[in-house]
């Protein structure tokens, strides 16, 4: 017997949660980046790849494998002077380790819980794993090469000196050769991730096969500085045997390579029982199927985070990711409903990822170790639920559609506009790339992150102009000019003012990965269909932003003249059981004209569970006979009925769109 309660939030928005904690954390920000001190030797940063092998020379370190941690630690970048979350500076991400007052862990049960959190740099809310003893301790560095501990915070070449001296002096510690096989370094560079001969050795093991499997096939970027940096592949290197947690619980639902606890969610009542939280008993796949991994970001520190999921009072998610180095916290079973996304469709077919960081300050938050862990844990989880790995299917939550017209203000950004997605796909083994030719009517936005950088406002300051960064993201234009107005969304800005380019605005971007309909060309500018108008991006052939794609499209029937779009399908009318009160229909201010291509991603039906009762198991799920295209609208995804729209062959229309 499920008893009628009155419900925490309507259970179109269920999934927001107030910033109630993001104040406390504003002493913790730090500039989106911050530039080298007076005293750096900019020319010495000029020759990444060969301060590596210099550096390799002197300390006796195989130049793979002082790469190969580097790449694993930073993707060999070095946000000169500007240190993440837990501390680390340069391409080496070299721990400055200062005594400074350890923020107190989160009351969370001795058992499973992840290791406690600790202070960092100039205050800010680290929580990597490790001490004074850390091996990658940038002052022990300094004074193992005879320099001063500012310059390895600054310059990159005195770095990646003092990473090849650590890692030296580690394989020295271990009683091992300075040997020029890369293989006899696996300790080595296990000790260096600061896990090994703890109780993570799992996550050392992780992380040292990371390394060997990044030099075995090689790497090759451009850096944040914008350094050309290759390490040629070594096939001979081979991975060690996967290291298991001997301590998991056993309901944490994780890659068996990683570490990871649980820190449950209640569920419960509140309020003297007029409410509960927070989250909802589900049946999952039996009763709703998985099609979406929904990633987030935070905004506010895991200790904060890990305080408000255990709040019933508070908002829900499945999975927490560490910034410092990746450590996974579940929270809700994949088979419950959390109430992370603020739609409660979504929330019952998907799971929530959230990461620790502040989508302003991606040098400081999104670390490469924390891309790795949750790429390991969505393919996880993808291959588990046959989630297939495309950009239809693992999504932002600034991708996923407000369920009503009244609520598109209230949908949330994260993870932001540098949230590297193409990085990302390459660490899920999907990478993003063109399948079909540049004249192909459906493309992809694929912008190359390293180079291709959007103006933003915002991130330290309303209105202050961002430091210039890689982005994932492509501005939209209403005509094929670099001055014509921004595309203007009529659902975030109902009043008709102007789309911006401040760095939470949507209202005007696509983002990689994103497919959409070709709807002209014109020199080096694409048009594509976007929330039923034509949306003009830049797009040289020498610099493309986009690439020919493929996939299914649909337009609404001929007669039509144009049709509705939905942020969450429902069930007719007739599919509700008697006495229960069928949810309103909100169609999204948008609309598809007649003649218009959207690309069209999963065939879904309407559905919907009614969450207004505390109960002890899953609720009914009501299903209805009517099929939903899941679709790109914009930003976001939509959906609409498949009775008002036809799909197109993507072969189809692709002549007389050369130059229009």
Not at 248 to 259: G, I, K, N, Y
Request: aromatic share 8%; glycine share 10%.
């Amino acid at each position: 017997m499920r008893r009628r309660v009155v419900p925490r939030l309507p259970d179109a928005v269920r999934g927001y949660r107030p910033l109630i904690c993001v104040t406390a954390l504003a002493a913790l920000l730090v500039p989106l980046l911050a530039g080298p001190d007076d005293d750096v030797d900019v020319a010495a940063d000029l020759s990444l790849q060969n301060e590596f092998a210099a550096a390799a020379q002197k300390y006796h370190v195989p130049r793979s494998v002082l790469m190969g941690v580097s790449y694993q630690q930073t993707r060999w970048d070095s946000h000169p002077g500007t240190p993440s979350v837990g501390g680390g500076y340069g391409p080496m991400h070299l721990v400055d380790v200062r005594p400074v007052r350890p923020v107190p862990a989160p009351s969370v049960p001795p058992h499973g819980s992840p290791p406690p959190l600790a202070g960092a740099p100039d205050g800010a809310a680290a929580n990597a794993p490790g001490a004074a003893g850390q091996l990658t301790d940038l002052r022990r560095a300094a004074r193992l090469i005879g320099e001063p501990a500012r310059r390895l915070r600054t310059d990159a070449a005195a770095n990646v000196r003092g990473g090849a001296a650590l890692l030296a002096a580690t394989q020295k510690q271990l009683g091992k050769p300075l040997s020029e096989n890369p293989g006899d370094w696996w300790d080595a560079v296990a000790a260096f991730s600061g896990l090994s001969g703890t109780s993570d050795e799992a996550s050392a093991a992780t992380y040292a096969d990371d390394v060997f499997t990044v030099i075995r096939k090689g790497a090759k970027r451009t850096t944040d500085t914008g350094q050309d940096v290759t390490l040629p592949p070594n096939p001979n290197v081979r991975p060690h045997p996967t290291v298991r947690d001997p301590n998991r619980r056993e309901q944490v639902e994780c890659p068996p390579e990683l570490t990871c606890s649980w820190l449950g969610a209640p569920y419960t009542e509140v309020n003297g029982g007029a409410t509960y939280g927070n989250y909802d008993p589900a049946d999952r796949p039996r009763d709703q199927k998985i099609e979406y991994i929904v990633i987030h970001d935070t905004e506010a520190s895991l200790k904060s985070m890990l305080l408000t999921v255990q709040d019933p009072t508070e908002a829900s998610w499945n999975y927490s990711v560490r910034s410092s180095d990746g450590h996974i916290t579940q929270h809700v079973r994949t088979k419950d409903e959390a109430w992370h996304s603020g739609n409660q469709f979504v929330n019952a077919s998907s799971i929530g990822v959230e990461h620790e960081g502040f989508l302003t300050q991606p040098d400081t938050w999104y670390s490469e170790q924390m891309y790795r862990s949750s790429a390991r844990l969505v393919r996880f989880l993808a291959k588990k639920y046959g989630i297939p790995l495309d950009r239809q299917h693992i999504i932002g939550h600034d991708n996923v559609p407000s369920p009503t017209a009244g609520t598109i203000p209230q949908m949330h950004e994260d993870p932001g506009p540098f949230w590297d997605w193409r990085h990302y796909f390459d660490l899920l083994g999907a990478p993003l790339k063109a399948t079909a030719g540049p004249d192909s009517p459906v493309l992809m936005a694929l912008p190359d992150y390293a180079t291709h950088k959007p103006r933003y406002y915002g991130c330290n300051g309303h209105g202050v102009l961002c430091p210039p960064h890689g982005s994932s993201a492509v501005r939209l234009h209403t005509e094929p000019f670099d001055d014509a107005p921004l595309i203007q969304d009529p659902g975030r800005h109902p009043d008709g003012a102007e789309s911006t380019e401040d760095v939470s605005d949507l209202g005007s971007r696509i983002s990689a990965g994103q497919k959409f309909a070709v709807a002209g060309r014109n020199g080096d500018w694409t048009a594509i269909w976007f929330q039923g108008h034509k949306a003009w991006f830049k797009n040289p052939e020498d610099h493309p932003t986009a690439v020919g794609s493929s996939g299914k499209m649909v337009t609404p029937k001929d007669g039509t003249g144009e049709i509705p779009v939905y942020g969450r399908p429902l069930p007719e009318k007739s599919a509700y059981p008697y006495g229960m009160e069928p949810q309103t229909e909100s169609p999204l201010p948008y609309s598809i004209q007649e003649g218009q291509r959207y690309v069209a991603g999963s065939v879904v039906s309407g559905a919907y569970v009614d969450r207004s009762a505390f109960g002890q198991g899953p609720g009914e799920v009501i299903k209805g006979n009517e099929k939903y295209y899941e679709i790109q609208l914009g930003h976001r995804l939509a959906y609409v009925r498949a009775s008002d729209v036809d799909v197109v062959n993507p072969s189809a229309g692709a002549a007389g769109l050369a130059q229009q």
